[in-house]
């Protein structure tokens, strides 16, 4: 009975009517809802949305195409403390970045778990595990984190929605935000020579007698790629290469 309160009152919160409510399932009243939210660019307001309808308490929405050291420009919206918020993502950004590209690719939109470290404040009442969800918006890999009430029973078919469904909304919400991100990143002519011949075996001084330019500038060339892509080594740079067909 509990539970069938609590769907009527979700349904009623994204304004519909009584009458609507009964011939509607939350998920399709929550798509329409999403709907509404991407036209009015509501970002917070589609992820509160989300949130509710699997059930969490917070939410966190954070992107990987930019370095583990630019702290909180990862963050995209979030509700969760600030303290967490500047605990929790940086860690989370450093975490990708080590696995590996088929990691990545089979992790995509399946819900995984994670304990916050014991010193960290959670509010009252929530659990100190949290979910991760990634999924990709164009080329950008992002992830949406959840906290929960304490000793609430998940449901994965529902978590699993909400990374499809996030990933679609941020697809029309963020598109402004990863396009303007991507146009500053965007990598200039040169930069992608000496990603060719990195990709091709060579050293930096080999780089420069084949560029014509000094060994300095190469390695400040190969710097601002890594910088760039977001990668920690040369052999980073390359896979990231191959992945946006730039080699």
């Keep these: 009975m509990e539970t069938i309160r609590s769907d009527v009152a979700t349904r009623e919160s ?26 009015r660019a509501g970002l917070s307001s589609g992820l509160k949305a989300l949130t509710d309808y699997v059930s969490a308490s917070h939410y966190l929405l954070v992107r990987h195409d930019v370095s583990p050291e630019a702290g909180l420009e990862t963050v995209v919206a979030s509700d969760w403390p600030f303290d967490m918020v500047r605990i929790i993502s940086g860690a989370v950004i450093a975490s990708q970045s080590r696995m590996s590209e088929l990691d990545k690719c089979l992790g995509l939109l399946k819900p995984c778990f994670h304990h916050l470290a014991d010193d960290v404040a ?27 009430p304490e000793h609430f029973i998940l449901s994965q078919s529902k978590l699993r929605d909400v990374g499809v469904m996030t990933g679609y909304f941020a697809s029309v919400c963020c598109q402004g935000v ?9 990598l200039t002519e040169r930069e992608i020579e000496c990603l060719y011949w990195i990709a091709e075996g060579k050293t930096s001084d080999e780089i420069a007698v084949i560029l014509g330019i000094s060994r300095n ?17 040369r052999s ?12």
Excluded at 178 to 186: A, F, S, V
Excluded at 217 to 233: D, E, F, G, L, Q
Excluded at 236 to 247: G, M, P, Q, Y
Aim: charged residues 25%; proline residues 1%; contains cysteine.
């Design 14 to 39: 994204y304004g519909f009517s009584a009458e609507a409510n009964e011939r509607k399932s939350a998920r399709e009243l929550l798509v329409q809802h999403l709907g509404r939210c991407a036209n």
């Design 122 to 148: 959670v509010p009252r009442g929530t659990s100190r595990e949290y979910c991760v969800i990634a999924f990709h918006v164009g080329r950008v890999r992002m992830s949406l984190l959840l906290l929960f």
């Design 178 to 186: 990863i396009l303007r991100h991507d146009r500053e990143m965007e």
């Design 217 to 233: 500038t190469i390695n400040n060339y190969i710097t601002s790629v890594m910088r760039k892509t977001a990668t920690k080594t």
């Design 236 to 247: 980073e740079a390359i896979a990231w290469a191959v992945r946006n067909s730039l080699v």
